[in-house]
């Protein structure tokens, strides 16, 4: 199966960062000045991928507008000589094609997925939550596919989480394999502690074989009415193998307030420019 291709939802409402997205897309909102979702779109050409898919709630496409190119804009920075910040522009647009579906009201992840079901046409892809930005040596998507072409099956990044954590994700159970990699035997979403002895909680990368078609249009609406992938994840486990890969690597969950400010504080401080700058800054709000 061939595997060029990402989806990338991004029709939710932001409930968690408002007031901003009362008026900006979340996916939009910056980390010092890369929008969150240009973390997700640098991972899968960093992966080798060609294929970005948007799922959003915007049929005016900003998301997907964003990673095209803007002349007029260039052409300023052009004619006032500002070189250093036309170099910064992101391009791309000249090595990835960019698509995108409008999902007119939220219906859950499992619903965002099935609208990707033409453009996938019958080949194995990825699903990337812009929420869950990882910092990786090796980029999360290129981790999976390079798993992939051992198992040739779905593919689910987990990581460990604490007992207090568990009820807050859906968690994988499976036999270990070889390290780091599990053959999945259940996927329960959010469950409590005691109802469970793994601590394996899905994180925003999915690898997925076509056949999550078919099991999300047959999967009964849950809480909030909404389409669960998990649940459609159980429905394809008992047709297909699936596995659960514990990804290396730092993830920061930037979709609230306070993880939103971590990653400031994060990328801030990998730019050796900047790092001692905001030491001093850090050191005082945690001595006041």
């Not at 420019?273 to 905001?278: G, P």
Request: hydrophobic share 40%; glycine share 6%; with cysteine.
């Amino acid at each position: 199966m061939n595997l060029t291709k990402v989806v990338i939802p991004a029709a939710g409402r932001g409930t968690r960062l408002l007031p901003a997205t009362k008026a900006v897309q979340k996916e939009l909102i910056p980390i010092i000045d890369k929008p969150t979702v240009e973390y997700a779109v640098e991972e899968a050409l960093k992966s080798d991928f060609k294929e970005v898919l948007f799922i959003t709630s915007d049929k005016e496409g900003s998301i997907k507008n964003y990673f095209l190119e803007d002349k007029n804009l260039n052409h300023y920075l052009e004619e006032k000589k500002k070189y250093d910040l036309l170099e910064e522009l992101p391009q791309y647009h000249q090595s990835l094609r960019f698509h995108s579906a409008h999902q007119p009201e939220a219906g859950g992840l499992g619903a965002a997925v099935l609208l990707a079901e033409d453009f996938v046409q019958n080949e194995a892809f990825t699903v990337t939550l812009v929420d869950d930005i990882i910092d990786a040596d090796v980029p999360v998507l290129k981790q999976i596919k390079n798993v992939f072409s051992k198992t040739r099956s779905s593919i689910i990044s987990v990581m460990e989480v604490s007992d207090i954590e568990v009820p807050m994700y859906g968690i994988v159970e499976g036999e270990e394999v070889e390290p780091g990699l599990y053959k999945i035997k259940r996927v329960v979403e959010k469950p409590k502690a005691s109802e469970t002895t793994s601590r394996l909680a899905i994180i925003g990368r999915y690898l997925l074989t076509p056949g999550i078609f078919e099991c999300l249009k047959i999967t009964p609406r849950g809480k909030s009415n909404e389409i669960q992938l998990t649940d459609a994840i159980s429905l394809l486990l008992q047709k297909e193998e699936i596995y659960a890969y514990k990804f290396k690597g730092t993830r920061i969950d930037a979709g609230d307030k306070l993880g939103l400010l971590k990653a400031q504080l994060y990328f801030g401080a990998k730019n050796r420019l900047w790092k001692a700058e905001l030491k001093k800054y850090v050191d005082f709000l945690f001595s006041s």
